[in-house]
């Protein structure tokens, strides 16, 4: 069985061809360039040469491109967008068009012609990936596939993105207390996640008849983290995944979340790394001293942010910031599931499979423990 697994950040897609005939650690592996960065340079190609910008396509990740975004219209470039591209700048479409975007349907953005310079925004590229597949002579085909993005959903006009994402997280949690639970099939996924069911409805325009899943890349990570056998013998751990763009932080027993935080990897010194997962395993941390400093927020499973935890877990590192804590005194072990850290979403979303396709799931857990 062949699974392809995309991990989509904002800095990098991490995509794994998973084949369960093979050593896990043959399968073929790329690290490439975000979704997001790639519009990005396409945007500042459109400012260089001064030419007027039409955003199309879907939903996709922001950050970079919406920054590349607002340094071409600061330069005095003209920006169009479609309505769904719109949503990756802002899902309020009044305020995309305060930002001196003009905002126009399908049908007058064909009328645009020649003269703009069109940049199709999406997270998922298949056929990219199966371009990259073939330059080295391997089969694109797959049975399955598993994507994974952050999705911070579709904020309500004047609701703060960070609460309604992190209320997202909390919901999940309380009906289900196990990082699986952030695993959706294409049809259970939350109307209010945009971001993911413009990939998945990407992925099954391409490929309706192929099973597919979704989970979120935080617990993704979290979920490959704890593949690393060292990480696994651990009776707790912390497992703090310190992507490009988000900062995730379970205090997990085994797969059930204790506790988790939340923030933005960017705005957060290394101290207050540390100090915020300190005060989250010593159950002392607020939910208002995560959110107040930019971040999204803080949740106990069980409800009592007091409650002292016994013992101290074993602090594993995930993610492309990880080197902001290292040699630091959480004593941070780096994660390396199957010898591949910078995969580990990857193996969280095989796992995910696994578990939403359970007659696949002897088969998938064979290969991955062999």
């Known amino acids: 069985m062949r699974i392809l697994a995309i991990d989509m950040g904002t800095g990098t897609q991490d995509i794994l061809l998973f084949d369960s005939t093979q050593p896990?650690?043959?399968?073929?592996?790329?690290?490439?360039?975000?979704?997001?960065?790639?519009?990005?340079?396409?945007?500042?190609?459109?400012?260089?040469?001064?030419?007027?910008?039409?955003?199309?396509?879907?939903?996709?990740?922001?950050?970079?491109?919406?920054?590349?975004?607002?340094?071409?219209?600061?330069?005095?470039?003209?920006?169009?967008?479609?309505?769904?591209?719109?949503?990756?700048?802002?899902?309020?479409?009044?305020?995309?068009?305060?930002?001196?975007?003009?905002?126009?349907?399908?049908?007058?953005?064909?009328?645009?012609?020649?003269?703009?310079?069109?940049?199709e925004l999406k997270d998922l590229d298949l056929p990219a990936i199966r371009a990259a597949l073939a330059a080295f002579d391997v089969s694109?085909?797959?049975?399955?596939?598993?994507?994974?993005?952050?999705?911070?959903?579709?904020?309500?006009?004047?609701?703060?993105?960070?609460?309604?994402?992190?209320?997202?997280?909390?919901?999940?949690?309380?009906?289900?207390?196990?990082?699986?639970?952030?695993?959706?099939?294409?049809?259970?996924?939350?109307?209010?996640?945009?971001?993911?069911?413009?990939?998945?409805?990407?992925?099954?325009?391409?490929?309706?008849?192929?099973?597919?899943?979704?989970?979120?890349?935080?617990?993704?990570?979290?979920?490959?983290?704890?593949?690393?056998?060292?990480?696994?013998?651990?009776?707790?751990?912390?497992?703090?995944?310190?992507?490009?763009m988000h900062a995730l932080a379970f205090h997990l027993r085994g797969t059930r979340i204790i506790s988790l935080y939340e923030h933005h990897t960017g705005e957060l010194s290394s101290e207050q790394i540390e100090d915020f997962s300190e005060r989250l395993i010593a159950g002392t941390l607020l939910h208002e001293d995560v959110f107040n400093t930019k971040g999204h927020g803080v949740f106990y499973a069980d409800g009592d942010a007091s409650a002292p935890q016994s013992g101290h877990p074993l602090v594993a590192v995930t993610g492309p910031q990880r080197g902001k804590i290292r040699n630091g005194r959480l004593n941070p072990y780096f994660a390396t599931p199957h010898g591949d850290m910078m995969i580990s979403g990857c193996f969280g979303l095989l796992r995910a499979f696994a578990a939403k396709y359970p007659a696949r799931a002897e088969e998938i857990d064979r290969a991955l423990m062999s």
């Open 24 to 119: 896990v650690e043959n399968s073929i592996k790329m690290v490439m360039p975000s979704a997001t960065k790639n519009a990005a340079g396409r945007i500042r190609r459109a400012t260089a040469a001064a030419e007027p910008l039409l955003l199309a396509g879907v939903v996709q990740g922001g950050g970079p491109c919406n920054w590349a975004l607002e340094d071409h219209l600061r330069a005095g470039g003209i920006a169009y967008a479609t309505p769904e591209a719109a949503q990756t700048i802002d899902d309020d479409l009044d305020q995309v068009a305060r930002m001196g975007v003009r905002v126009v349907s399908d049908d007058e953005a064909k009328l645009l012609g020649d003269g703009v310079h069109r940049v």
């Open 140 to 244: 694109p085909a797959f049975d399955g596939i598993a994507l994974a993005c952050l999705d911070h959903g579709a904020a309500p006009p004047g609701t703060s993105d960070r609460l309604f994402r992190f209320e997202h997280l909390k919901r999940v949690v309380s009906a289900k207390n196990d990082l699986s639970a952030f695993a959706f099939l294409p049809d259970e996924l939350p109307p209010y996640l945009t971001r993911a069911r413009a990939m998945m409805d990407t992925a099954r325009r391409d490929e309706p008849a192929t099973p597919a899943v979704f989970l979120d890349t935080g617990p993704a990570a979290a979920i490959g983290a704890l593949q690393d056998p060292h990480v696994a013998a651990a009776e707790t751990q912390l497992v703090l995944n310190l992507g490009n």
